[in-house]
Structure formats: C-alpha cells, structure tokens
C-alpha cells in the first residue's frame, strides 16, 4: 500500500472502504448539496479538482458536464479504485497526491471540490495556499464539512470530537473569505445494520455504543456547512 508523501490518515475510508462506500450511498438522499453548489458556480465545460476522491465516488457526477475531471488521492489503493470506477470515462485522470503537494500546474482548476477531505479548518493552511496557486482566476473552490453546532448527527459529531469547536471552525473560513452555506441533508441507509456498520467506522466504539442506543431508525437528520470562495 503506497500512501503520497505528507498524506493524512482518514481511519474511515482508508480502513475501511466497503463500509464507507454504503456511507457514500446513504449520504444526501434528497440531493441538496448538488444545486446548491450548482447554484453558486456550475462545473458544466469547467476543469473540476476532486481533492481527497478516495474511490471516486463523486467523480462520475462531475464528469457528466464538466470538460475534465482531476481526482487527488493519497491513498494508493483508494486512487487505483477511483481509476478503475472511471475508467471508461475519458475526461476523468486519478492522480495519487495531498491537498498540501496538488500534482496539478499552476493557475489550471476552475472548480475545486473537497467532501470531509483535509479541509477541517484550522491546521488546513498549506492546503490552502495549494488553492491559491492551482486555482484559476475566477474560479470558486467547494469545502463540504459537518456542522456541528445543529442537527442530530452534528451533537453526536460535537460531543464525540470535542476539541473541533464549531465557533472556530466557522471563524477560521470567514475571516478567511470563504462564504458559509447551511444545509441540512440527512443520511438514509438500506438496513439498520448498515447505519450501525457506518457510525462505528466514523465513532469509537464507546462513542458508538452510546449512539446507537439512542437513536432508532435508518435516517439521521444531519447538517453540513457549504464553503465556497470564489478566486
């Protein structure tokens, strides 16, 4: 297993991608994020930056109207999924790297995209000064992240990792441009079994525990911060 120089460990998906694949389908049932983003800049003929695509699971989405899909990953087994599940997608290149170290020329991306990859607020800045020289002028980068001030799973996320205070996290992207949209999407999973499988790749088994025995069901209300800052 190759992992890019500077690569930062996701325990989720790089322990355990089946699992986070059933996450991927359970996530956003209603497809709010896809318009929202749309709406703020469309990727139709654009170059689109896929930063930490694990398996490439949203990259078929931008490949249906964009003019190219780039997807980062450091993960070398990850990248070599993310390949062959585009591979009969021509305008798609899965290239293994980090957000710090992008293995895209200067001044090339129209629109980036990052979906719980790296950009968690504070201790992202090299990443960040990546954008700076990547993106185009014009441009607008995506930042998807939980929002742990509200909803369901944002008081689990909020009382599992308390040290990620929502406050700072929402400073740290404003006062640096960036523009917050608040969306609320939910998750919704095929079986009970298939949610219980997720929250334990995402939780510790304490944390886990405590969740699952107060939440029934197979759906989570769940909110997440949109972030985008146009260049």
Known sequence: MSIAEGGIPSPNIWHHPKVYEVENRAVDPNGVI??????????????VLDIGCGTG?????????AAQVIGVEPHGALADAARRRTQALPNVDVRQGTAQRLPVPDASIDVMHARWAYFFGPGCEPGLAELDRVMRRGGTAFVIDNDGSRSTFGEWFSTSYPKIKAPVVERFWTDRGWHRTPLD????FESRADLEAVVKIEFTPEDSKRILASHQGIEVDYAINLWSRTF
């Open 57 to 65: 699971f949203h990259l078929p989405t931008f490949a249906a109207t």
């Open 185 to 188: 999407m939910g998750w919704r």
């Open 34 to 47: 896809e318009p929202a983003m749309r709406a703020i800049r469309d990727w139709a003929g654009a170059t």
